[in-house]
């Protein structure tokens, strides 16, 4: 079934944290540290492509012992954290199995290349009941190397691709999977409230799979059995001759 592309603004915050049943001591759900990661990321990747001018970022933060950047700028920080509050409970609903980070260039709003976050959120759907404190340190570990992984990435995956000087912005999307939109909360009311629309393009590296010039790379796979989670880290874009 194709997937629906919903463009976020605003939303209400998501619950951060639950009680594990074991322990009855306070512990970060899974939503918590996936959006944690997530947010994480973007905020490199953000970085790392000079989206904006870097000194609009600082590094001043760190995740279990990693510095990474983030920008200091309070509306795109608002802009990110809106986004994933929505777009995480609606993956770990299993309502969602995507988020994007779409690079435009500015002057014709075309994508240049898209950052892919890919779940199985049918999978981790199933294992939301059964989460505890040792699952959170074990998943704690794995998105520790997913964050290095990406404050490493810079001239590793990129030499051969550039963006237009001073000439590109960014997009966040989510990528609906076609089961019951009714299905999360804050999707529900994001939607309801209009501080999401679904997407009127198709701009995507990805919506084109048969085009000769696409690129896709890697970046890193997440594969957590213990945790039910499964996720896949790549980038899109099309090579351009010259």
């Not at 969602?96 to 959120?121: H, W």
């Not at 704690?140 to 000439?167: A, D």
Request: glycine share 4%.
């Amino acid at each position: 079934m194709p997937h629906k592309v919903i463009v976020s603004t605003a939303i209400d915050p998501a619950e951060t944290v639950a009680k594990s049943d074991a322990s009855a001591v306070s512990v970060p759900t899974v939503q918590t540290l996936l959006g944690e990661v997530l947010e994480i990321c973007i905020h490199e990747l953000l970085f790392q492509r000079s989206v904006y001018p870097r000194d609009l970022f600082v590094t001043s933060r760190d995740y279990l012992g990693i510095r990474h950047h983030v920008a200091s700028h309070d509306d795109l920080c608002t802009y990110i954290v809106d986004t994933l509050d929505v777009a995480v409970p609606a993956m770990c609903s299993g309502l969602a199995d995507k988020v994007s980070l779409d690079i435009l260039d500015a002057n014709n709003n075309e994508i240049i290349e898209s950052y892919i976050f890919e779940i199985d959120s049918a999978l981790l759907a199933n294992g939301m009941d059964q989460w505890n404190a040792q699952k959170v340190s074990i998943l704690e570990q794995h998105f520790k190397s997913l964050v290095l992984k990406f404050v490493t990435l810079e001239g590793r995956m990129m030499n051969s691709h550039f963006l237009p000087n001073n000439n590109a912005k960014f997009k966040l999307r989510l990528h609906t999977n076609g089961v019951d939109l009714h299905g999360c909360r804050e999707f529900q009311h994001a939607v309801q409230t209009e501080t999401w629309r679904q997407s009127s393009d198709n701009l995507t590296a990805g919506a084109h799979p048969n085009d000769d010039n696409l690129v896709i790379r890697s970046i890193k796979s997440v594969h957590v059995p213990e945790c039910l989670l499964r996720m896949e880290c790549t980038v899109q874009f099309l090579e351009t001759d010259g």
